[in-house]
């Protein structure tokens, strides 16, 4: 789990090192001879199929202890029945694992970033209806799912619940991965494969964290770095990490039940945090006045690019 957050961290702390040379290379992209960019028919990366999670693994690979990934009776002396109830008219999926992996994801905005939105409203009195809105909405998170965001807390709890799909028992057996149950598969395979795999499922809250944390553009396996780097024409793989992200945020934004792109959520309260001028907007508002038309351009490449070829 502390790798995760550092990975994520790390890219989130390289934010900084864009601005200092973003307009400077908007000027390079802006005189380049590349003006279109062709998607390729047969791009390299397609996960249309399901993912077999078990070639992942390397025949020698063995896992250091036993782990068990069973479903269990109860979480915390509360009956998982008391859970599955809270869930019973899914938003995300019917399979209860994806289901309650993306609330999870959405109640973090609550526990992440509260607080620090409450500190900084010494500094910026007009953060003040932004932290009303985030209030009434984790309120309302307490009210219908009590159990389920009480437990959010603890991330791996989602590894107690029986998946009833393909897709949710893949996605759990990452998940175990990711939290140190099993070392089958190397963190930075995991990553990618759980982005992969978000894709599939279409779940928005799952997909806006995995795109982050695929490191595309930075850490991501060099194949897909450098695919990108031949659809952009570019060759700065910071320009990339930042299109491919921003470009898989957008993406969330018109997916059923999405609340990826609100101005509370994960993606828009960090930029609030870094970006005054982004407190209080939504991510498409942002994206139309502060993103740059070549920014804009490779967005739409990457975007294109994954509509035809993933969703």
């Not at 989602?158 to 939290?179: D, I, M, P, R, T």
Request: aromatic share 12%; hydrophobic share 35%; with cysteine.
């Amino acid at each position: 789990m502390r790798r995760k957050w550092v990975s994520v961290f790390i890219c989130l702390l390289l934010t900084l090192l864009f601005f200092a040379f973003y307009f400077k290379y908007e000027r390079s992209k802006t005189n380049s001879n590349n003006t279109s960019t062709e998607i390729e028919t047969n791009p390299p990366l397609n996960t249309q199929q399901q993912i077999d999670y078990k070639e992942k693994v390397p025949k020698s690979g063995k896992t250091s202890e036993p782990y068990d990934l069973s479903s269990k009776e109860e979480i915390n002396g509360i009956p998982i029945s008391r859970y599955l109830a809270e869930i019973k008219n899914p938003i995300y999926s019917d399979d209860p694992v994806i289901e309650i992996a993306s609330l999870s994801m959405d109640f973090q905005v609550c526990r992440l970033w509260y607080h620090r939105l409450n500190k900084n409203i010494s500094s910026n009195p007009d953060l003040q209806q932004l932290k009303n809105q985030l209030t009434e909405k984790c309120e309302l998170y307490g009210k219908k799912y009590p159990v389920l965001f009480e437990s959010s807390s603890q991330h791996d709890s989602v590894l107690n619940f029986k998946a009833n799909s393909l897709l949710g028992e893949q996605y759990k057996y990452l998940l175990a991965g990711l939290y140190g149950r099993h070392n089958d598969i190397d963190y930075n395979q995991l990553t990618e494969n759980l982005f992969e795999l978000s894709l599939q499922i279409r779940s928005p809250s799952l997909i806006s964290v995995s795109a982050l944390n695929s490191g595309i553009g930075l850490s991501a396996a060099d194949g897909k770095t450098e695919f990108f780097k031949d659809l952009l024409h570019t060759q700065v793989n910071i320009w990339i990490f930042h299109a491919h992200n921003l470009a898989l945020q957008l993406l969330t934004c018109d997916m059923p039940n999405s609340q990826t792109c609100e101005a509370t959520s994960f993606h828009m309260l960090y930029r609030c945090d870094n970006e005054p001028v982004a407190c209080g907007l939504t991510l498409q508002q942002w994206h139309m006045k502060y993103s740059s038309l070549g920014m804009k351009k490779d967005v739409e490449i990457i975007k294109n690019y994954y509509r035809d070829n993933y969703l």
